[in-house]
T-cell receptor, first 114, second 114 residues
Framework: AQSVAQPEDQVNVAEGNPLTVKCTYS??????LFWYVQYPNRGLQFLLK??????LVKGSYGFEAEFNKSQTSFHLKKPSALVSDSALYFCAVRDGAGRRALTFGSGTRLQVQP | EPEVTQTPSHQVTQMGQEVILRCVPI?????FYWYRQILGQKVEFLVSFYNNEISEKSEIFDDQFSVERPDGSNFTLKIRSTKLEDSAMYFC????????????FGEGSRLTVL
């Protein structure tokens, strides 16, 4: 089985401050990890992914995420938050060994205050 | 930039009626998916489709649901007899060949069952 946990329903941060959105995962094989963002009444937009290689991956809109195998985590980060980053963020995982579909976490609402 | 398109954007139906949600995946993609999201909450996997057959389905995808690729472009989700709890946003997604690819999502079809 594969699963994702996003322990925070909401994260509040002031504009210009760094942000972190937490994600931990569980898979039986090597993980393929993804972050998606959803704006109100919109579909999910791909931000970044980790498949293999460098543990720090960079994605769209200045976001990055760090893969930590020992802690089974894939936290999303950004050095300086913008008000326009306010949205719903989903972490997702897939077992790289199989052909399973993506399993999504419950989502974290990011609120960036001006 | 190619995108996944979904129709209708919103459908209101009476309980017990049949509903068909339509999707046009990105043209060179080979894997197709349906997910649903209830009230902006968790994104739940329904079914994946590859090589003209279902490759994986969740426990949500019971006998009331079916998928079809009737021609070379459309991918449909049918709900035979809708229930109140089927009210949700339904997202179609597609993925190119290759195990590490991310999913590309449509904007969703909102289904309201009265």
């Amino acid at each position: 089985a594969q699963s994702v946990a996003q322990p925070e329903d909401q994260v509040n941060v002031a504009e210009g401050n760094p942000l972190t959105v937490k994600c931990t995962y569980s898979v039986s094989g090597n993980p393929y990890l993804f972050w998606y963002v959803q704006y109100p009444n919109r579909g999910l937009q791909f931000l970044l992914k980790y498949i293999t290689g460098d543990n720090l991956v960079k994605g769209s809109y200045g976001f990055e995420a760090e893969f930590n195998k020992s802690q089974t985590s894939f936290h999303l980060k950004k050095p300086s938050a913008l008000v326009s980053d306010s949205a719903l963020y989903f972490c997702a995982v897939r077992d790289g060994a199989g052909r399973r579909a993506l399993t999504f976490g419950s989502g974290t609402r990011l609120q960036v205050q001006p | 930039e190619p995108e996944v398109t979904q129709t209708p954007s919103h459908q209101v139906t009476q309980m017990g009626q049949e509903v068909i949600l339509r999707c046009v995946p990105i043209s060179n993609h080979l894997y197709f998916y349906w997910y649903r999201q209830i009230l902006g909450q968790k994104v739940e996997f329904l079914v994946s489709f590859y090589n003209n057959e279902i490759s994986e389905k969740s426990e949500i995808f019971d006998d009331q649901f079916s998928v079809e690729r009737p021609d070379g472009s459309n991918f449909t989700l049918k709900i035979r007899s809708t229930k109140l709890e089927d009210s949700a946003m339904y997202f179609c997604a597609s993925r190119p060949v290759g195990e590490s690819g991310e999913l590309f999502f449509g904007e969703g079809s909102r289904l309201t069952v009265l």
